[in-house]
């Protein structure tokens, strides 16, 4: 699976951004999707999942209430829309896709750096700074 991340760019603190990753050519209905990111010199975090079933998804803690995301199966894309972005949300953002077997499975638990069943995208820059 070949996923592409776009969306990262510079913006000021307070600002909004959406990022998208795409599969073009490829079928995402069974695959469970998530976003995570890295900034130098930090481990790479969670920052968000979506189940098969569109309406399960999965925040990390200082995301809750600021990003959304969200899947467009007939496009092959998922999103993740952030708001209320702050300088400590730099990063190199990653999206991620899994199979997952069951609509309902808990994409936490298979959109996982652990997991050797996971691909990854290319990652975009998201610098937040004024």
């Known amino acids: 699976v070949q996923l592409q991340a776009s969306g990262g760019g510079l913006v000021q603190p307070g600002g909004s951004l959406r990022l998208s990753c795409a599969a073009p050519?490829?079928?995402?209905?069974?695959?469970?999707l998530g976003w995570f990111r890295q900034a130098p010199g930090k481990e790479r975090e969670f920052v968000s999942c979506?189940?098969?079933?569109?309406?399960?998804?999965y925040y990390g803690d200082s995301m809750k209430g600021r990003f959304t995301v969200s899947r467009d199966n007939g496009r092959n894309t998922v999103y993740l829309q952030m708001s209320s972005l702050k300088p400590e949300d730099t990063a190199v953002y990653y999206c991620a896709a899994a199979p997952s077997l069951s609509l309902r499975r808990d994409c936490r638990e298979v959109v996982t750096p652990t997991s050797s069943r996971v691909y990854w995208g290319q990652g975009t820059q998201v610098t937040v700074s004024s």
């Open positions: 979506i189940s098969r079933s569109y309406d399960i998804t």
């Open positions: 050519g490829f079928t995402l209905d069974s695959y469970a």
